[in-house]
């Protein structure tokens, strides 16, 4: 008899983690996935960045902080993916507000990939993209095909591989 009030409070505590579960989900299937990717402009004085020039190439949009974790870990996988496939465009959009931060966080790690500074995060709002990093493939068509949250280690073949098939 004491069976069945536990089981449901056992199905209950189930559902309860699956809802914080799809929770934590940060949208890797957002609405712009099939659509063309919104276009931006920004310029941070150092350096113009205009999302709709690198079209006819495939992008790899990558939205980090100098001062986040999981961003730090895939810098070298990024940095290897730009020099491993020229014939993708990698532009990285920073978040930091503070650009002295954002210079020496890309003279430590040797970043030479195309980034710029957003502080008031115009992109990543059009992206709706609000923690860091997440990243968006846009096809040469300019149309947004994935989302990635976090580091998905730019080292993987399978990531390779999709990346070559577009």
């Not at 209950?12 to 996935?33: E, F, I, K, T, Y």
């Not at 020039?53 to 949009?61: A, H, I, M, Q």
């Not at 030479?112 to 040469?140: C, F, G, M, S």
Request: proline residues 6%.
């Amino acid at each position: 008899m004491h069976l069945r009030p536990l089981h449901s409070i056992l199905g209950l505590a189930s559902l309860a983690c699956l809802a914080l579960l799809s929770g934590c989900n940060r949208g890797d299937h957002p609405n712009q996935v099939g659509r063309a990717a919104p276009d931006f402009t920004l310029n941070d004085g150092t350096r113009t960045v205009h999302l709709a020039s690198y079209r006819g190439k495939v992008v790899v949009l990558n939205f980090w902080a100098s001062w986040c974790g999981p961003c730090i870990q895939e810098t070298p996988g990024l940095e290897a993916l730009h020099h491993d496939r020229p014939d993708i465009e990698i532009v990285g959009v920073s978040v930091d507000e503070d650009a002295d931060a954002y210079q020496s966080f890309l003279l430590r790690h040797q970043v030479d990939l195309t980034t710029v500074r957003d502080p008031n995060q115009t992109a990543a709002k059009l992206y709706h993209t609000e923690a860091w990093p997440e990243t968006y493939i846009i096809d040469k068509q300019g149309i947004v095909r994935r989302k990635i949250i976090g580091d998905p280690n730019w080292f993987n073949p399978e990531i390779r591989t999709y990346l070559k098939n577009l």
